[in-house]
């Protein structure tokens, strides 16, 4: 008879509640019931596990379509956070703090990864649209590769929005009506390649993905604005203003190099390359 049953968590406390889960599993009919046939199911539910030999203490639950439902505390007793079973584990990878040369072994794991921005700049109004993102992460090994993916994806939102849009001042960011950040129209579709390259000190050979995805998509934006239009923004946001004040200042210095004659450099040219990659 043991072969006909399988064990699932559930919560049930007698037959009023046993039939309120029959009617909503559309296990009876609300209009067929009496509380004398609800009552005589709860008991033959009752017999069978007394046949089983499993201890209810005096709490009860429902078998439909040959599956028995058991509370858990019926079975074992649960522990101060209403648990049967719980563990504690840490991860204390082996480290070592920098000596006076700055050598030393301050992180267990560290990560690598490198992004590819590709972007349209119109330089008459400084505006920049990132068209695709694609990001190489070294993740040790994808235990989960949609999380990590999801991970990298956050992570490039993020670096977007500190490359070109996010910056606070005070007294008048304090809300996401004036401190801009990504929508979902401004994210490009990313492109995730996952190196696997285990870590002999991580679960499973895992290493980190975090951070590591946040911190290259802002310089490879700022760069590829260099290579399309030629001119360096070294400060965040990269705002049409600030764009279109580089390119103002690197005007004067491409025409004297032209007087002085030295070769045009097309990847300086302003007006050379609205849709690059960095």
Known sequence: ???????????????LDLLLYLIKQDEIDIYDISLERITRQYLEYLQAFKELNIELAGEFIVMAANLIYLKSRSLLPLDQHGYVITADATFDPPTSPLDENGQGIPYAVFGFGAHLVEIAVDPELGTVRVLKITAAHDVGRAINPTLIEGQIEGGAAQGLGMALMEEFFPGKGENLHDYLIPSAGDMPPVESILIEDPSPVG???????????????????????????????????????????????HEPAQHSERRAGLPPDSRRDAGATKDNRG
């Open 203 to 249: 679960p499973f050979g895992a290493k980190g993905i975090g951070e590591q995805a946040v911190i290259p998509t802002a310089p490879a934006i700022l760069n590829a604005i260099h290579d399309a239009i030629g001119v360096r923004i070294h400060r965040v946001p990269a705002t049409p203003d600030r764009i279109r004040a580089a390119i103002r200042r």
């Open 1 to 15: 008879m043991e072969a006909d049953y399988k064990v699932k968590l559930e919560v049930f406390e007698g037959p």
